[in-house]
């Protein structure tokens, strides 16, 4: 059954814009809506429910305290949360202090994620993506991205000049740009 | 190569989180001064955000909605209310503001005529680039026109007085616009390095730069830690591709009015 809320970015600001003036139920409303994104991601890079819960937590608490941190011109909040949550697990897992604040986090994304239907048919594309991509190329990107491993440490143990591991990490992300161009 | 692609395999690696030490701090020097990278770390941060999006698993436990419910509850608070401000005349900075504007509106015009010479495009992909275009002078001249900002003037230690430059710092948006005049031409390979001198910790780079003919110059929304109280701004002379710690002397310094 479709969920009665309004759906889409415009519906996506108008819920963080009853975050800046304090609305407890926007919260709660973009929980529902992203909630098993960002657990998702936590998830994937953490391995681990527990850890991935307090990710969750952080994340979304972060949004309450910040709300004006998304910049709502240059993406789907969908599409932010998941770079952000992407980027605190990545730290929880290394066990590092965040570098990169939440406010510093711009990013523009062509496709409109809002919406559950539009996300899974993303999530398939990229998938298909990443299944005809070189087995080296999606090796290197999978371990910079979901395991957190810096181009040096790829080199390292895959054997690959240093160059070369950059190039493809780089050349994969384009692809999945490329794919949503078409 | 150009300048852009040299800095092209390190702004992935950026947009992923995984630059640290003196590759970050170089790529955080060069997106300082450059919009055309700007715009493709957003672009690059879009493609990490479609990889992350691939991942498919369970659902939340029901515990962490109410952990979270839970602890919005605890944290609630009372809605803004906008102030009058009525305290700080802005006569004064109506020069630096107009002197600003100039800055904005050049870079609207320099960023068309690129546009231009790019032949056809089509009329989707220009809307996208007018709204890109428009957000970026509105992020640019939000540090100047929001009376939240800290406006430091920066003057010169030494006995010749003529060197100044404007701080405009937005702490709450981290955004600063820095505009300077009367700057002595630099030696081959050599660059202005600003600095945010934060109340607590080490000098911050926020951004490198070069005079014009004139002894012009200025610096855009570099990139900076979020909400740094800035205790003062500081200017000195670095190898051009920037440091991360000022290099003796300072040469200019300047602290809140």
């Known amino acids: 059954m479709l969920s009665p809320q309004p759906q889409g970015i415009s519906a996506d600001l108008a819920l963080v814009t009853g975050l800046k003036s304090g609305d407890q139920g926007a919260m709660a409303q973009l929980y529902d809506r992203y909630s098993s994104v960002v657990y998702a991601v936590a998830l994937r890079v953490l391995g681990d429910t527990g850890a991935a819960e307090d990710v969750l937590q952080e994340v979304f608490l ?5 709300p004006s941190a998304f910049d709502a011109a240059r993406g789907s909040l969908g599409s ?7 980027n605190r697990a990545i730290d929880s897992l290394r066990k590092r202090r965040p570098e990169t604040d939440i406010d510093d986090v711009v990013l523009s994304v062509a496709p409109d994620l809002a919406g559950e239907a539009e996300r899974a048919r ?4 990229v998938r298909g993506v990443m299944g005809i991509m070189a087995p080296a190329q999606r090796s290197a990107l999978e371990m910079a991205y979901w395991e957190g491993m810096s181009h040096s440490e790829i080199a390292d143990k895959t054997g690959e000049p240093l160059g070369t ?3 493809r990490i780089r050349a994969g992300l384009i692809a999945l740009r490329k794919a949503f161009q078409t | 190569m150009s300048e ?3 800095f092209a395999d390190d702004l992935a690696l950026y947009a992923l989180d995984a630059l640290r030490g003196e590759d970050r701090a170089r790529v955080e020097a060069h997106l300082a001064t450059c919009a055309a990278c700007r715009l493709e770390l957003e672009q690059l941060r879009g493609d990490t955000a479609l990889l992350a999006l691939s991942a498919a698993g369970p659902r939340p436990p ?23 401000s009525t305290h700080r005349s802005w006569w004064g900075w109506l020069g630096w503001a107009a002197t600003a504007a100039s800055v904005v509106f050049a870079l609207w015009l320099w960023r068309e005529n690129s546009a231009l010479h790019q032949g056809l495009a089509s009329l989707s992909s220009r809307q996208a680039e007018s709204r890109r275009e428009l957000e970026e002078l509105r992020r640019i001249a939000a540090p100047i026109l929001d009376p939240e900002t800290q406006r430091v003037t920066l003057v010169s230690t030494r006995a010749a007085p003529q060197p100044q430059g404007k701080a405009f710092y937005l702490r709450n948006r981290s955004s600063l616009v820095f505009l300077a005049n009367n700057m002595p031409a630099l030696p081959p390979r050599k660059a202005y390095e600003l600095w945010l001198i934060p109340v607590n ?6 951004g490198v730069f070069k005079p014009d003919a004139h002894g012009s110059a200025s610096v855009v929304n570099p990139l900076l830690p979020a909400a740094v109280e800035a205790k003062a701004f500081a200017i000195t002379v670095e190898n051009e591709t920037g440091a991360t710690a000022p290099t003796m002397p300072i040469l200019m310094m300047g602290a809140g009015e």
């Open chain 1, 122 to 125: 993303a999530a398939e594309k």
């Open chain 1, 165 to 167: 591991v950059k190039t």
């Open chain 2, 62 to 84: 029901q515990r962490a909605r109410k952990r979270l419910l839970d602890a919005v509850a605890r944290e609630a608070r009372v809605p803004r209310v906008a102030q009058t």
């Open chain 2, 201 to 206: 910790g080490a000098p911050i780079p926020a």
């Open chain 2, 4 to 6: 852009h692609e040299q």
């Open chain 1, 80 to 86: 932010w949360l998941a770079v952000i949550t992407r």
């Open chain 1, 62 to 66: 972060q949004l309450w305290r910040k």
